[in-house]
Structure formats: structure tokens, C-alpha cells
């Protein structure tokens, strides 16, 4: 069965399904959906978690062993596997099939990835998949829809905004869904709930720098500013910030950096080329910044970088995350 991401309070309610599979690019709404299913898990007793990161060299008998062998005590277990954007090929795919045909009543499956293409949902495990459990399919907010977004956002909150306050903050964020949560979550801080925010609150809430952000540390990384960028990581940590969120931002925007600096491999004009690439206007002069700074080959190597770090916030690799994620931010803005 397929769902959207804001069905799934509703689903769970309902019923707790022995599968989910979470698939899409927002990672706040891909995140929140996964803590919401390990929360209602956890209430109905399954309360060991066991994790793991799926790459080309994963030993699927791992999972097998976790998925039909039951613990000392006979636990219920919550088991993750994180696809990332990897394929499933044998016999990855087949464990899937057979599991999702042959589920074991004290485990639940989350399967957490990025959305999956067509090729991907015609495959037999998909199907199997999407037979026995829930398929929790999280859209992409864009800035079209992105204004009933911070709408509903703003209700759960226990606020409401005039149209034109709402404008401004869609343009404040630039149409990222992450940047309106952060901000929404700083209005709590400045305002009581139950009335409606007017143009200067928002712009005030705006305008308040005591609180640091995830895109804060981008900016500045992308600038080159590395003192700040290690007060604004420790300001981050300080507010109990999610690390795969800092990752997947930093990461989001090395990939996009690729991208582009590939592109001008063919076309040396940047501002031809970022217009292609649709950057907003008041982000040129840090991409251009960057650009200046390092060359594609680095920003390949720094991309690799946070593919180690990701394996090591899952605990596949040993590490220091927030160490780790230091030297990342460090990494980009140094020359």
C-alpha cells in the first residue's frame, strides 16, 4: 500500500504494519516519518533497534540472521535498512522478496532510501514490498506548494500568518523546506501561540541572528569564513541539531557545486551557467566564491567525504561525528 508522508500519523493509528519503506528526497520529512515510526514501534514494545547501511559490499546474510533469529529475551525488534541511493541487486532483492512474503510478527522492516525511480518500483521486491506493508512516498516540496506547507506547519505550531508574512518567508528560505522548518521552530522561541503573525514579526524573527542555522554554516563555509564556521557547528551541536541533517545539507550542496563545475568544463561563463542551474540570485556570490577556491577534482574528494561520514553517524564506521563534521565544514572553507 502506498501513502503520502502526511498520511502515515493516520496509518499508524491504525494499524502497525510488519514493513515501511520511506522513499524520497526531503530528508526533514523523510526523518520525521522515521522517527514517527520508531516512536509508535517503540510505544507497541518493540524497543530494540538494530541498524543497518546498505552498500555494494553489505553481507546480507547479516540481515537474515537479525531478521529470523530471535534474542535471548525474545524482543520485538525495529530493523532499519538505509538504502541511500543504492540498488538493490541479488541477493539483496531477493532477502526483500522472500522477507516480505515471510515476515516474522515480533520484527518490523523500515526500509529508509531515496525517492526510487520507475525501474525500481517494477522490481520484485518492490512489489512484495508494497503487497505486505506501507510505502510512505515523501514528495518534494517546491516553492509552488511550498506556502500551504508552512501553512499546516504553522498550525501545528499553533501560529497562523498573514499572506504577505508567509511570501516573505518563502523568499527569506529561498524555497528550501528545511530552512522554513528552522525558522518556524525559531518563532516558538520569539512568540505565544494562538494568533496570527503580521509582516514586521516575521521579519523581525528574520532578522534575529541569535540563533544560528544549518544554512548559516553553508554560507559560510561556502565564503571561506572558517572561524565562524566552527562557532556556528558549536552553536548547532548546542541546540541538539540532527548531524544527518547537517551532512545532507552540506552534501546537497557539494553535489550541486559538481554539477556546476562540471558544467563549465563545456561552458565557461558562470553566470550562463548558474543561470542554467537555476541559483537563485542571492546565492551566485557564494557559489562563485567557491568556485574560485577549489577545483572539481576537491570537491569530488570532499563529496567522498561525506560518504564516510555518513557510514560513521549510522555507526557502520568509527568516528567522532561532530569532530568529523568540523573538519568537513572546515574542509570547505579552507582553500
Known sequence: ???????????????????????????????????????????????????????????????????????????????????????????????LQNYAQNFQANKILLLITEKLDAATQKTLWYKAVEQTGIIIQVNSINKTNLSPWIINRMKQNGFSASA?????????????????????????????????????????????????????????????????????????RQEKIDPILILWVLAKELRALAAIMKSMEQNKNIDVVLQQHHIWEQRKPYIKNIIMRKNLPGIYNLIRFCARLDRVIKGVEIGSVWDELASLSIKIALR
Open 164 to 236: 504577505e508574512a508567509i511570501n516573505i518567508l518563502i523568499e527569506h528560505v529561498e524555497g528550501n523546506l528545511l530552512a522554513a522548518a528552522q525558522e518556524i521552530e525559531k518563532l516558538k522561541l520569539v512568540y505565544e501561540s494562538g494568533h496570527e503573525l503580521n509582516v514586521g514579526q516575521i521579519l523581525a524573527a528574520i532578522a534575529d541572528s541569535s540563533r544560528f542555522t544549518i544554512y548559516d554554516l553553508v554560507d559560510n563555509a561556502l565564503l571561506g569564513n572558517g572561524n565562524k564556521v566552527v562557532r556556528i557547528l558549536k552553536s548547532l
Open 1 to 95: 500500500m502506498r501513502i503520502k508522508s502526511d498520511q502515515l500519523p493516520q496509518q499508524l493509528k491504525n494499524k502497525l504494519a510488519p514493513i515501511y519503506l520511506i522513499s524520497g528526497e526531503e530528508l526533514l520529512l523523510v526523518n520525521e516519518s522515521r522517527e514517527l515510526i520508531r516512536k509508535v514501534a517503540n510505544d507497541y514494545g518493540f524497543s530494540e533497534r538494530i541498524s543497518f547501511s546498505i552498500d555494494n559490499n553489505f553481507d546480507w546474510q547479516e540481515f537474515y540472521k537479525s531478521a529470523y533469529t530471535s534474542s535471548l529475551f525474545d524482543e520485538k525488534s525495529l530493523l532499519e535498512l538505509h538504502l541511500g541511493s543504492n540498488k538493490i541487486k541479488e541477493p539483496g532483492s531477493s532477502f
